[in-house]
């Protein structure tokens, strides 16, 4: 293995959403590593990709009407899609693996046969407690109150075959690897896996699923589709041609230097994982670093709880590099932090423009205004220079054993230290009452601005990884070349020429008003969800045609019932489920998503509407049977809806027409 080479990956994002500023945290944090290695002189190889087969695609692309295929295709290589994101947060991966890859899936299967063939992986019987409405198995403690956690239905045991992957067998290995080696960082990840898994022993797992079809095949048993985590993890290898003729890097970069990873799946990634590559007999990844999560006002976001952040917005409004930074300098990688747009724009404004952006222009204004933007001959270093000049030298060591650590914030705020420093020294040494003083107009006012520049530039190099299109720009205005950008010269204050030519160009960070800006964000994000509302609307008619014969609509049957019962679902915000007489002999459950419009109380007794002949649909875990009819429209960027009432003189069971 060549010490020079460093192999870096994210985690496989499932493309069943677009991506939120929370998964674009973990990439733009293995970016910088990338980006700071390739720095430093390491060949890198940066993988990053799309974890696309399961349930939950699979139900996500049926209930769009298209196929897996399609519905992946198009949250990956979409408007707007993942690989769009990517780009425009200036990722520089060099590699992007999708699970649905023809070369991986072939891999896949080979791994799990070979996995088979040795004993590590053995055909048994899943046993666990059953919920037939839900297809769902359930071990006894994810029971609650002894019955399903999704529907709350009674549940059997039953048993299903599968393939299990002998885990236990490694449990000792993995405890020592977790426990006397620094593989898992930060360090309080560890006591977790250990307690919570590996010490109440490692039970066997389950590997393959009968349940659907969007998966890889096991190629000997046709039926049974590898389990999502063995398809996935296999990615980090296959991506550099393990088991494929895709790629021939394996030799070269594996084992792995990080995989970073959010902390709610370091489970997989530093127990199963390294089980997977001991059966393998491959050697292990160097590090696995479970970063924290961004939060919004303390919880995690979720499309599903509507409050997730788009990363588009924000780059687009305040500049990717500023994004960049922000998710770099606010959070401490380890840790979760508060995401805020507060936080988001106090930072460009005190870090961004009145530090960075101030001290590059102050510098080159007054390197422009005193000398044309030439420096002249400069007076040798003097003793208001010292600290100033000391701070630059023992800079870039400081920012590396930080960047060693995957301690971004860190690095960042030692860089910020000397723009602040040399903010100061300006305001201490103040050039314009040098360029007063005829005697001192020349070379000490040189000497001044010469420090600056150079300080300017030392700092410029270390930020380049968090923040590559500005640091671009202030290089120009530099006049630095590219051997005035290297991680070499970053180490030497002095290597700046002395008469070096300045151009002053744009101002890189403009200062945002806060009371305003928030609420322009506020309006720009309230038209972005309307303009998505307005295009999945406009889609629709497009594809639907506009008449239907009379025949198709004697089709749909609909029939008037009475409200026995309505409660609102657990877990869900927006569904109510109904307990309906639909004059049937029995009672008809309906699922409704329409609990922002009603509370369920106001709806017992009520004579309603539903569409009697719909097919059954599974939400949450409940089985819905037709759909209650409502009036709705879109009103000034906000749905109403009224759900369709009768007069309760209107019997249950009567059809429409
Ligand atoms: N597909 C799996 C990973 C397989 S790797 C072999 C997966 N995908 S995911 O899309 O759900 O999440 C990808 C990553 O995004 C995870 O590391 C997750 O922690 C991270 N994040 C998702 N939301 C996040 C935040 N709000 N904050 C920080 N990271 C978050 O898991």
Known sequence: MNKNKYYITTPIYYPSDKLHIGHAYCTVAADVMARYKRLTGHEVLFLTGTDEHGLKIEDKAREAGVTPQQFVDSIVEGPRG???????MNISNDRFIRTTDPYHEEAVKKIFKQLYDQGDIYKGKYEGKYCKPCESFWTDSQLVEGKCPDCGREVADAQEEAYFFRLSKY??????????????????????????????????LCVSRTSFKWGVPVDFD????????????????????????????????WPADVHFVGKEIVRFHSIIWPAILMALNLPLPKKVYGHGWLLLDGGKMSKSKGNVVDPYLLAERYSVDALRYFLMREFPFGSDGNFSNEGLITRINVDLANDLGNLVSRTLTMTGSYFGGTLPARQEEGPEDREMVSLCASLRDQYEAHMEKFAFQDALMDVFRV????????????PWVLSKEKEEKGPRLARVLYNLLESVRLCTVL??????????????????????????SAGHFGSLPAQVTVTRGENLFPRIDMAKELKALEEAHAALLKQEAKTSREKAPEEAPSYITFDDFVKVQFITCKVLACEAVPKSKKLLRFTLDCGEGRTRQILSGIHEYYEPEELVGKTLVACSNLAPRKMMGLESNGMLISAVKEVDGKEQLHLLMLEDTVPAGFTLC
Request: overall charge negative; charged content about 25%.
């Open 463 to 488: 930020l380049t990884p968090f923040m590559p299109q500005t640091c671009e720009k202030i290089f120009t205005q530099l006049g630095a070349d590219p051997a005035l950008q290297t991680w070499e």
């Open 419 to 430: 723009i602040s420093h040399a903010n100061k020294y300006i305001d201490e040494t103040k």
């Open 171 to 204: 449990s000792d290995r993995i405890r020592d690897l977790l426990e006397n080696t620094d593989f898992l960082e930060p360090r309080s990840r560890v006591n977790e896996m250990v307690n919570n898994f590996i010490k109440p022993g490692l039970e066997d």
């Open 82 to 88: 993942v690989l769009d994101l990517w780009k425009l």
């Open 222 to 253: 046709p039926g049974h589709v590898v389990y999502v985590w063995i398809d996935a993890l296999s990615n980090y290898i296959t991506a550099l041609g393990y088991d494929n003729d895709q790629f021939h890097d394996f030799k070269d970069f």
